[in-house]
Nanobody, 124 residues
Framework: QLQLVESGGGLVQPGGSLRLSCAAS????????IGWFRQAPGKEREGVSC????????YYADSVKGRFAISRDNAKNTVHLQMNSLKPEHTAVYYC?????????????????WGQGTQVTVSS
C-alpha cells in the first residue's frame, strides 16, 4: 500500500515562498502520476499542479503558472512543490495525490492515494 505524507506548510507573508514535500513509502513514486491539490474553506478541492509518470510532463493551473514548480527527487522518493510569490488567495490545505494513470488530470477522482494534507496560510 502506498503511503503519502505532506510537509512544509506553514505561515508565510504575501510575496514569500514555501516548499512543500510529498514523501512516499511502500512503492516508488516513479510509477505514479503525482498531483497537488488544494482546498480552501467552503470551496471544492481543485488541482494545482501535476507531474506525469509516462512522459514526465508537468501541468499547472492557470492561477499558479510562473509561480509554482513541481519536481521529483528520486533519491528521496519525494515530490516537491515550490511555491513562490504567494498571495492570500493561495491559503488552503494542500494535498498530495498519486495515481496509476499515465497522464496528468486535474480531477481528484483520477487519483487513488492521498496524503493527510498540510496547511498553507499566506498573511501579513
Amino acid at each position: 500500500q502506498l503511503q503519502l505524507v505532506e510537509s512544509g506548510g506553514g505561515l508565510v507573508q504575501p510575496g514569500g515562498s514555501l516548499r512543500l514535500s510529498c514523501a512516499a513509502s511502500g512503492f516508488s513514486l516513479d510509477y505514479y502520476t503525482i498531483g497537488w491539490f488544494r482546498q480552501a474553506p467552503g470551496k471544492e478541492r481543485e488541482g494545482v499542479s501535476c507531474i506525469s509518470s509516462s512522459d514526465r510532463n508537468t501541468y499547472y493551473a492557470d492561477s499558479v503558472k510562473g509561480r509554482f514548480a513541481i519536481s521529483r527527487d528520486n533519491a528521496k522518493n519525494t515530490v516537491h512543490l515550490q511555491m513562490n510569490s504567494l498571495k492570500p488567495e493561495h491559503t488552503a490545505v494542500y494535498y498530495c495525490a498519486a495515481g496509476r494513470r499515465y497522464y496528468c488530470s486535474g480531477s481528484p477522482d483520477e487519483y487513488d492515494d492521498w496524503g493527510q494534507g498540510t496547511q498553507v496560510t499566506v498573511s501579513s
